[in-house]
Antibody, heavy 122, light 110 residues
Framework: QLQLQESGPGLVKPSETLSLTCSVS??????????WGWIRQPPGKGLEWIGS???????YCNPSLKSRVSITVDTSKSQFSLKLSSVTAADTAVYYC??????????????WGQGTLVIVSS | QSALTQPPSASGSPGQSVTISCTGT?????????VSWYQQHPGKAPKLMIY???KRPSGVPDRFSGSKSGNTASLTVSGLQPEDEADYYC??????????FGGGTKLTVL
């Protein structure tokens, strides 16, 4: 059974870089042709797609965040990572990682990690 | 402001049917058959309920169904059960390798 788990600091200072890692177990990132995605949810608000990375390293991001986002994959560790630079309070959210569909446009995420709350504050 | 528009709330009594709408444009919902729906209980991660407009993943009850007409997609929950009370989010492919979500609908089982 595929499981995903987010990890990283729960508190980040304004203007700094948010860094999170998603560890995949019960299956290998490199043995399956899927995208792997990051989605966030500000407290009390809706979901926002951040971006997704293919096992080969190809990445696509939300245009509104593209200039600040970097998503990478480490198949040897079965992990993929998110970096979001120049954060502000508006980036405070629960960050989820999830397996994304084999084709980006197919647009489904399943399963999801449990999520991790990141607060941006000095 | 979310790219896709959902009603903030919906409700129904146990056993009834309820339909949640998700309105977009010809650039997203209207242009592609790649609409998905997610269920989220409080404090939990979202769960995929419908993909490609009307397909159900394994394990999702057939009480959940999806459809699309023009720029509006819909999720129907038939035979409402108490455990269906949750937030529901729609999502659509929006072209140019971009995905968008709706603002969410809180479903209350009366």
């Amino acid at each position: 059974q595929l499981q995903l788990q987010e990890s990283g600091p729960g508190l980040v200072k304004p203007s700094e870089t948010l860094s999170l890692t998603c560890s995949v177990s019960g299956g290998s990132i490199s043995s399956s042709s899927y995208y792997w995605g990051w989605i966030r949810q500000p407290p009390g608000k809706g979901l926002e797609w951040i971006g997704s990375v293919f096992y080969s390293g190809t990445t696509y991001c939300n245009p509104s965040l593209k200039s600040r986002v970097s998503i990478t994959v480490d198949t040897s560790k079965s992990q993929f990572s998110l970096k979001l630079s120049s954060v502000t309070a508006a980036d405070t959210a629960v960050y989820y990682c999830a397996r994304h569909s084999p084709m980006l446009r197919d647009n489904w995420f399943d399963p999801w990690g449990q999520g991790t709350l990141v607060i941006v504050s000095s | 402001q979310s790219a896709l528009t959902q009603p903030p709330s919906a409700s129904g009594s146990p056993g009834q049917s309820v339909t949640i709408s998700c309105t977009g444009t010809s650039s997203d919902i209207g242009g592609y058959n790649y609409v998905s729906w997610y269920q989220q209980h409080p404090g939990k991660a979202p769960k995929l309920m419908i993909y490609e407009v009307s397909k159900r993943p394994s394990g999702v009850p057939d009480r959940f169904s999806g459809s699309k007409s023009g720029n509006t997609a819909s999720l129907t929950v038939s035979g409402l059960q108490p455990e269906d009370e949750a937030d529901y989010y729609c999502s659509s492919y929006a072209g140019s390798n971009n995905l968008v979500f709706g603002g969410g609908t809180k479903l209350t089982v009366l």
